[in-house]
């Protein structure tokens, strides 16, 4: 029995075909434990272009003040996760929404307020609820938010949140699930990338904007024990894997 999370950026979750389905299901009837983490950056900036608030991003992550972490909210609770957790009850797999203050499921902290406002880390998951869950073949689908301590409401990048709940649950593996397949270099897409040369790709610019958190995140979760991680825009084929090659 293995432990999976799968991480879906925003695109992703708007394109979950019933090849994804088929492979959700499958890997339940194997008995393994599914976690959810979605996105929804693509929502989150809509809906404030919408609003005429403007949208400003610094290595990848967005500034967040008070408004933008309203909007945040609304978005990422309000349009996302229903439509994901309906997508899972119209094909019959038992799936229940969760966020930050669903029995404190992601404890968090403020990063750097004076750059980036109300953006969080996470420093606690409730594993014992996501275990609990599981138990009972139910599908976590996690929000990208976060609180901390006393209460207050934070916005937290999902791959950052997927790879704290992979690493937490020492899940064996991690897929982030974005728009492209895997990791590009030179114009290839990469089947393997040894996690030593992730710092040469930040610094050579290979990869750049949404990408960055998503080799971050691989890097932490690999060193807290996750098995193996995976970048791609879907669950059937493993895209690129960054390891320990
Ligand atoms: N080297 C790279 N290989 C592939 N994609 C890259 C690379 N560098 C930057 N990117 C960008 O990262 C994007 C994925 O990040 P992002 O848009 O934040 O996705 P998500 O919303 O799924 O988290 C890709 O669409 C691509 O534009
Ligand atoms: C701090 C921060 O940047 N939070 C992200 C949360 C959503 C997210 O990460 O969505 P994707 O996975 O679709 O990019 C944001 O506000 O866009």
């Given at each position: 029995?293995?432990?999976?999370?799968?991480?879906?950026?925003?695109?992703?979750?708007?394109?979950?075909?019933?090849?994804?389905?088929?492979?959700?299901?499958?890997?339940?009837?194997?008995?393994?434990?599914?976690?959810?983490?979605?996105?929804?950056?693509?929502?989150?900036?809509?809906?404030?272009?919408?609003?005429?608030?403007?949208?400003?991003?610094?290595?990848?992550?967005?500034?967040?003040?008070?408004?933008?972490?309203?909007?945040?909210?609304?978005?990422?609770?309000?349009?996302?996760?229903?439509?994901?957790?309906?997508?899972?009850?119209?094909?019959?797999?038992?799936?229940?929404?969760?966020?930050?203050?669903?029995?404190?499921?992601?404890?968090?902290?403020?990063?750097?307020?004076?750059?980036?406002?109300?953006?969080?880390?996470?420093?606690?998951?409730?594993?014992?609820?996501?275990?609990?869950?599981?138990?009972?073949?139910?599908?976590?689908?996690?929000?990208?938010?976060?609180?901390?301590?006393?209460?207050?409401?934070?916005?937290?990048?999902?791959?950052?949140?997927?790879?704290?709940?992979?690493?937490?649950?020492?899940?064996?593996?991690?897929?982030?699930?974005?728009?492209v397949p895997g990791i590009k270099k030179e114009n290839i897409w990469m089947k393997k990338i040894p996690t030593e040369e992730i710092d040469e790709l930040k610094?050579?610019?290979?990869?750049?904007?949404?990408?960055?958190?998503?080799?971050?995140?691989?890097?932490?979760?690999?060193?807290?024990?996750?098995?193996?991680?995976?970048?791609?825009?879907?669950?059937?084929?493993?895209?690129?894997?960054?390891?320990?090659?």
């Amino acid at each position: 029995m293995k432990t999976i999370v799968v991480k879906m950026g925003g695109v992703a979750s708007d394109n979950l075909d019933f090849e994804f389905f088929q492979q959700i299901k499958l890997w339940q009837a194997q008995g393994h434990n599914i976690v959810i983490v979605h996105g929804g950056g693509n929502y989150i900036s809509q809906m404030m272009e919408k609003m005429n608030v403007p949208v400003e991003k610094k290595n990848g992550l967005r500034v967040t003040n008070q408004v933008a972490l309203d909007i945040a909210r609304l978005a990422l609770l309000g349009q996302v996760q229903p439509m994901l957790t309906g997508r899972f009850q119209a094909e019959q797999i038992s799936a229940l929404g969760l966020n930050a203050a669903s029995d404190r499921l992601i404890e968090g902290h403020i990063i750097d307020f004076h750059k980036f406002g109300y953006v969080g880390q996470v420093d606690k998951i409730n594993i014992y609820l996501l275990e609990n869950l599981m138990e009972i073949r139910q599908v976590p689908i996690i929000a990208p938010l976060g609180m901390t301590e006393d209460g207050q409401w934070l916005n937290i990048n999902a791959d950052d949140v997927a790879a704290q709940v992979a690493s937490q649950l020492q899940a064996d593996e991690l897929y982030l699930l974005t728009d492209v397949p895997g990791i590009k270099k030179e114009n290839i897409w990469m089947k393997k990338i040894p996690t030593e040369e992730i710092d040469e790709l930040k610094d050579k610019k290979i990869v750049t904007g949404g990408m960055l958190p998503k080799i971050e995140s691989a890097k932490k979760a690999l060193k807290a024990g996750v098995g193996a991680v995976f970048i791609n825009n879907c669950i059937s084929s493993k895209g690129t894997e960054i390891g320990a090659f």
